[in-house]
């Protein structure tokens, strides 16, 4: 995991974050479904109970009124 407000952390566009993955998107289809300042984040907490580990990674849409749960992952840590 990286740190917070670094010089990397700088906004970016939807069409710069394209680029730089090397997507083609000639129509702009894909544009068109993305948006920077959209209200998705993820969450990820770890938990121990004796000698289990367990990271629960929680993607969620809205989180200021009535959250949407998208996406939902519990993965063993050894």
């Known amino acids: 995991m990286g740190?917070?407000?670094?010089?990397?952390?700088?906004?970016?566009d939807v069409p710069s974050a394209l680029a730089n993955l090397g997507?083609?998107?000639?129509?702009?289809?894909?544009?068109?479904r993305l948006n920077a300042n959209d209200q998705v984040t993820r969450i990820e907490s770890v938990g121990y109970a004796g000698s289990v580990r367990r990271?629960?990674?929680?993607?969620?849409?809205?989180?200021?009124?009535?959250?949407?749960?998208l996406d939902r992952k519990e993965i063993a840590i050894q």
Do not use: F, W
């Open 3 to 12: 740190i917070r407000n670094t010089e990397d952390d700088q906004p970016i």
């Open 23 to 32: 997507v083609n998107d000639p129509t702009g289809v894909i544009q068109a």
């Open 55 to 69: 990271k629960l990674v929680l993607i969620i849409n809205n989180r200021s009124q009535n959250p949407t749960i």
